[in-house]
Nanobody, 116 residues
Framework: QVQLVESGGGLVQTGGSLRLSCAVPVGILSLDSVGWYRQAPGKKRELVATMPSIDGRNYADSVKGRFTISTVHAKNTLYLQMNSLKPEDTAVYFC??????????WGQGTQVTVAS
């Protein structure tokens, strides 16, 4: 069992920034991919950003140029830097890791609220 712990959510004004962190209890290099997803009230969970490999990055069109996913392998930590936040970014953000056996693990979620 892989237990992920997210932190860094909160309330921010439009145009502000937040950085989410996710502590991963196994070596990130041992995983097939890591990423961030979000779920707004009444909506389905959606992909925000993923890293399918050491050098790869995938972003949802809605966050391109504003959000950056990164990792610090020595700390086994995944980050999501979010800049120029908009009210439509308001959601619960979830950390995700996928093993090479295609098993997904999720964090408990952290609330991000962007006030207009």
């Amino acid at each position: 069992q892989v237990q992920l712990v997210e932190s860094g959510g909160g309330l921010v004004q439009t145009g502000g920034s937040l950085r989410l962190s996710c502590a991963v209890p196994v070596g990130i290099l041992s995983l097939d991919s890591v990423g961030w997803y979000r779920q707004a009230p009444g909506k389905k969970r959606e992909l925000v950003a993923t890293m399918p490999s050491i050098d790869g990055r995938n972003y949802a069109d809605s966050v391109k140029g504003r959000f950056t996913i990164s990792t610090v392998h020595a700390k086994n930590t995944l980050y999501l830097q979010m800049n120029s936040l908009k009210p439509e970014d308001t959601a619960v953000y979830f950390c995700n890791v996928r093993t090479y056996t295609q098993i997904d693990y999720w964090g408990q979620g952290t609330q991000v609220t962007v006030a207009s």
